[in-house]
Structures are given as structure tokens and as C-alpha cells.
């Protein structure tokens, strides 16, 4: 089942031409993956564990552009790739919407303190599909 995560566009996100600049749709989809893994354990796992996620690799596709005012969601699912990486596979949507607007696939690793690769911790499993 697919975490669902709803936000406005606001003039600020649009370009020249009315539409959602491209780009901020990576803000989007960053946003919901913080409400699916959870702030406050992202927080955490950071000042306690000196844990953090990057993205690794980042896909999408566009089919509809967005404009100022439209009320819009993120839905997202989780795969885990492996134990070092997670496969967020995310779209944002109308909510009576019949396809999505933008999809996007977003792998994430886990890195410490040190920039260096290691497992991802075990919360980010008990979000992932599967």
C-alpha cells in the first residue's frame, strides 16, 4: 500500500510558462519520503547513530505538468533493492486522478559520518513493500 503524502503549489514552484518547474518535483518527492521514514527518526538516526541518506540515483517521467493552486498527492512505495539500497518509487497525482501525473523512481543509500556506504537501518525495511 502506498503511503500518501498531500501538498499545494504555490506560485514560487512555477516557471515562466505557468507550469511546475521541473526540479521541484524532486522537492516533492524528497518531502514525502520524509513523512513515510518519519522525521523524528530521521533526526535520530542522524545526531545519535551519525546516519543519513542520499540519493543515489533519480528517474522521472513527466505527463502532465502541475500549475499554481492545484492540490496535489505524492503516493509512494518502498523496494529494497538490497540490504545498502532502497528503491522509492513515487508519483504525484490528483486525488481523483486516473493516472499519475509525474512518477518517479529515487534509489537511496545510507552513508555515516564518514561519507562511507553501510546498511540501511532497520526502519527503513519496516516501510518497504514486501
Known amino acids: 500500500m502506498a503511503h500518501v503524502f498531500d501538498f ?5 514552484d512555477t516557471d515562466h510558462s505557468g507550469l511546475v518547474y521541473h526540479a521541484n518535483y524532486l522537492k516533492y518527492f524528497e518531502r514525502a519520503r520524509e513523512h513515510v521514514l518519519g522525521a523524528d527518526e530521521l533526526v535520530r538516526l542522524y545526531r545519535e547513530d ?21 492540490v496535489l498527492q505524492v503516493r509512494t ?3 529494497l533493492e538490497s540490504e545498502y539500497r532502497a528503491i522509492f ?13 509525474v512518477e518517479g523512481q529515487i534509489q537511496l543509500v ?21
Open 89 to 101: 518509487h513515487q508519483a504525484v497525482w490528483r486525488p481523483d486522478g486516473v493516472k499519475a501525473m
Open 50 to 70: 551519525g546516519l543519513g541518506f542520499v540519493v543515489y540515483k533519480a528517474e522521472l517521467s513527466f505527463r502532465e505538468g502541475a500549475r499554481f493552486g492545484d
Open 110 to 130: 545510507c552513508v555515516n559520518r564518514e561519507n562511507r556506504l553501510v546498511r540501511l537501518p532497520a526502519g527503513v525495511s519496516g516501510v518497504a513493500d514486501g
Open 77 to 79: 512505495r518502498v523496494q
Open 8 to 12: 499545494r503549489i504555490y506560485y514560487e
